[in-house]
Nanobody, 123 residues
Framework: QVQLVESGGGLVQAGASLRLSCAAS????????MGWFRQAPGKEREFVAVISRENTTAYAESVKGRFTISRDNAKNTVFLQMNSLKPEGTAVYYC?????????????????WGQGTQVTVSS
């Protein structure tokens, strides 16, 4: 079974960039659809980006054009490059893995989750 560990969060000013990483243990990483979600205080967890096993990607409208998801199967890692960060992007960012083949954007569709990494964007 894959275990996920996120890193790369921090405190930045609006307009800055951050790159989140999610390192996965296990030898079956390439079989998983990988997603990024975020949860702000008092709000529900929301979809940010997803990448399929074939590197097809999809994004939430709120981040499209600013965020890029990618994966390196040789390193068992998925990345989220976040540019032009906005204060409303302040949240805990979670990496998630889905074992079934269909690329979905609802949190309940994902089997495995990391512990999250805090991203704070100041205005």
């Amino acid at each position: 079974q894959v275990q996920l560990v996120e890193s790369g969060g921090g405190l930045v000013q609006a307009g800055a960039s951050l790159r989140l990483s999610c390192a996965a243990s296990g030898r079956t990483f390439s079989r998983y659809i990988m997603g990024w979600f975020r949860q702000a205080p008092g709000k529900e967890r929301e979809f940010v980006a997803v990448i399929s096993r074939e590197n097809t990607t999809a994004y939430a409208e709120s981040v499209k054009g600013r965020f890029t998801i990618s994966r390196d199967n040789a390193k068992n890692t998925v990345f989220l490059q976040m540019n032009s960060l906005k204060p409303e992007g302040t949240a805990v960012y979670y990496c998630a893995a889905r074992s079934l083949p269909k690329m979905l954007i609802t949190a309940s569709a994902y089997d495995l989750w990391g512990q999250g990494t805090q991203v704070t964007v100041s205005s």
